[in-house]
């Protein structure tokens, strides 16, 4: 019986994303949820971006860790909302953690939501969160066959993100085969390569979410 179970679970948590989705049209908020290993560069993907559209784009923080705060005292410095969501040693945030997260955020007053997912790149892939799109980071020295081994999570991302460019020469990471996976798993899915380091292509992460957030780039 263990598979209706979960059949529950995912039924409840859809529902509840379904209502996610729908305060963050009312509040005009896009909502992205970034998912990856533990230690891809989340994190400062997400502080590069706070600098890059700060008085631009109205950016809040969700962080979801199975313990500490840590996250999210790197996120806070930079004077955005966040709230950490902690999962009490869950592997992944769900609909139900994200919508009451959603109550102690301004969301009249923001335009776009980073959803920071557990390090994981297994379980947070079945877990709808309302989110308006959905990114999956890989740094370099984890390897090009990410893609190969959980085609699930780069079936169902629109973006991904090839993080920590700047280890390029030191790891053997095949940029060719990484991106041919991702070319037979889901065609659509754009690659941004990025080094959070020497900011490379921070420019064009930024510009994406910015487009993902509804908000003109001109400025
Ligand atoms: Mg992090
Ligand atoms: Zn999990």
Known sequence: ????????VMKVNDEIAGGIRERLRGAGVAAVNLISAPGSGKTSLIESALRALAGRVRVGVLEGDPDTTLDAQRIAVHGVPVVQIQTAGGCHLEANLVSRALDRLPMHDLDLLLIENVGNLVCPVDFDLGETARVAIVSTAEGHDKPAKYPKL???????????????????????????YIQTINPKARILRTSCRTGEGIDAWTGWLTRAGGVPSSA
Do not use: C, S
């Not at 079936?155 to 041919?180: H, M, Q, S």
């Open 1 to 8: 019986m263990e598979i209706e179970v979960i059949q529950k």
């Open 154 to 180: 780069f079936r169902t991302t629109d973006v991904v993100v090839l993080n920590k460019i700047d280890l390029l020469p030191y790891v053997d990471f095949d940029e060719t085969v990484f991106a041919g």
